[in-house]
């Protein structure tokens, strides 16, 4: 059995025909540039009559397509909110897939990328074998994959794992309201926020960061400064640690997992910092559970989507 995997994210869309054991035979990745809207739909519905070409043509033979989307997938009516695609509130991507001529005779499964994440971290990656893991994506935003006695955790109305609306930190602030206030200060994009409001507020500061105007600051920057032994970097990121401490101590609390992975584009340059991220938890998980738990950096890095996407395909067979 051969499957189609697609892992659409905020920049490219990568896809890739997989074995059933997890073999990649085919892979290609596409930019979205400044695509939006129906026009992110067709180049989806692009590389899905790109793979199944090449699947003829090496007579490889498919069953299934899974596809990895950035928000949330409404599985009752088979719409996608992805807040990082402009014009996809509410999209109807099952419908536009389903009606392909190509894919008549294909299943068709679409999820979450936080699902996907621990999908294919059991499948191909550090939680193989896993009945109970979770994976925690920190990239522009946060999320989290939640897999419990097996089974993906997907909630009321498809919407569990929204991770980077945690509340960890007092008093409540307005800007909290978009994004949640664990994303607002820890996600990539949140990086560069809380270091643009320190350098709106430390005037008398002159370091590395005051090089680059402060609205084109970015998370890379804010690693890249923390190298120099940069002041503002340091309590950013030391600050951050403490979130991501705290954010795995409430899931090990929460759910008693086997392995806690921490993953998306942070993790990365953030994962120099993991040790310090455990004894942030031990500090406050749950004191037995903590001691069971491997917590631990995604060794699929940015192919844990697409190798997510591949496996939900295939158990849209079993």
């Not at 400044?34 to 033979?61: A, M, P, W, Y």
């Not at 006695?149 to 109305?157: E, F, P």
């Not at 994303?183 to 990086?191: I, K, N, P, R």
């Not at 989507?305 to 295939?314: C, D, E, H, N, S």
Request: charged share 20%; aromatic share 8%.
């Amino acid at each position: 059995m051969n499957v189609i995997g697609i892992d659409l994210g905020g920049t490219k869309i990568a896809a890739a025909i997989f074995s059933d054991d997890g073999d990649v035979l085919y892979k290609n990745i596409l930019t979205l540039n400044t695509k939006k809207g129906n026009e992110v739909g067709t180049l989806i519905r692009q590389q899905i009559k790109d793979l199944i070409s090449v699947s003829i043509t090496e007579r490889l033979g498919l069953e299934a397509i899974g596809i990895s989307i950035p928000g949330i997938y409404y599985s009752k009516k088979g719409m996608v909110w992805a807040p990082n695609i402009p014009g996809w509130d509410n999209y109807p991507l099952l419908q536009e897939v389903q009606s392909m001529p190509e894919t008549k005779n294909l299943r068709i499964a679409i999820d979450s990328d936080r699902a996907c994440y621990i999908l294919g971290e059991t499948w191909k990656g550090v939680a193989k074998g896993c009945q109970d893991a979770i994976f925690i994506a920190v990239g522009t935003g946060i999320g989290a994959g939640i897999l419990i006695d097996g089974k993906i955790l997907r909630g009321n109305s498809d919407i569990a794992g929204a991770t980077g609306w945690m509340a960890l930190d007092l008093p409540f602030r307005e800007e909290f309201k978009e994004c949640g206030c664990f994303e607002y200060h820890a996600s990539g994009d949140g990086l560069a926020r809380v270091t643009r409001d320190f350098l709106n507020k430390e005037q008398d500061y002159t370091g590395i960061l005051r090089q680059k105007p402060i609205e084109q600051i970015s998370s890379y920057d804010v690693f890249e400064a923390y190298q120099s032994n940069d002041l503002i970097a340091t309590l950013v990121l030391d600050k951050a640690i403490d979130f991501w401490g705290m954010a795995v101590a409430n899931f090990v609390s929460l759910f008693n997992p086997e392995k806690i992975i921490l993953g998306g584009g942070v993790f990365g340059p953030a994962a120099q910092f993991l040790d310090r991220i455990i004894q942030e938890a031990h500090k406050w998980a749950q004191p037995i559970s903590i001691t069971q738990v491997k917590i631990v950096v995604s060794t699929l890095g940015g192919d844990a989507g697409v190798y997510g996407a591949g496996r939900l395909a295939i158990l849209q067979q079993m």
